[in-house]
């Protein structure tokens, strides 16, 4: 399964939400990327916080925590597709401070928003500066309770190497 710029794109439009889509390398340089360049093809995603915050207005509730992002990914035929979420992380320089309940409100509040629309990706991406990911991997196997094992850590070349190569 590969990102599909098309499929992301027609999620945003039938959520209503094509604001709401962003250059990822644009998204992941706000959330405090270094490595502002590392997509080259345009590729797009839906902005999950401005998803969320779009929802909380029309039905009049204050908006939850979500992930960063989402985008599609395809089968090669075109036929299966999922939705893949992913948090960034950039801001970490230790990660004492990440936190269990954290990570799981954001998965519920961004997999409620968009679940009706296409099958979800069975992990969740928490997406880490590379001298770090080790680092987090460690700390989400050693949360107390465990955090599910379909919440992953890595980096943003990991991401690219998954879903966008």
Do not use: W
Not at 46 to 63: G, N, Q, T, Y
Not at 138 to 147: E, F, H, K
């Amino acid at each position: 399964m590969k990102y599909s710029k098309q499929a992301t794109l027609d999620l945003a439009k039938s959520l209503n939400k094509e604001e709401c889509l962003q250059g990822i390398n644009q998204l992941t340089l706000k959330e405090g990327s270094s490595d502002a360049n590392i997509f080259t093809d345009g590729e797009v995603v839906l902005d999950m916080d401005c998803v969320e915050h779009k929802f909380a207005s029309i039905e009049k509730r204050s908006p939850v925590k979500s992930m960063d992002s989402a985008f599609v990914t395809t089968d090669s035929t075109g036929t299966k597709s999922e939705l893949v979420m992913v948090e960034y992380r950039f801001n970490y320089k230790n990660l004492a401070n990440l936190s269990r309940v954290e990570l799981l409100q954001k998965v519920a509040g961004s997999t409620a928003a968009a679940q009706s629309t296409t099958n979800v990706h069975p992990n969740y991406y928490f997406v880490f500066n590379s001298n770090l990911k080790n680092q987090a991997i460690s700390r989400l196997a050693r949360m107390n309770p465990v955090i599910p094992q379909h919440y992953k850590a890595i980096d943003l070349k990991d991401i690219q190497d998954l879903f966008f190569s």
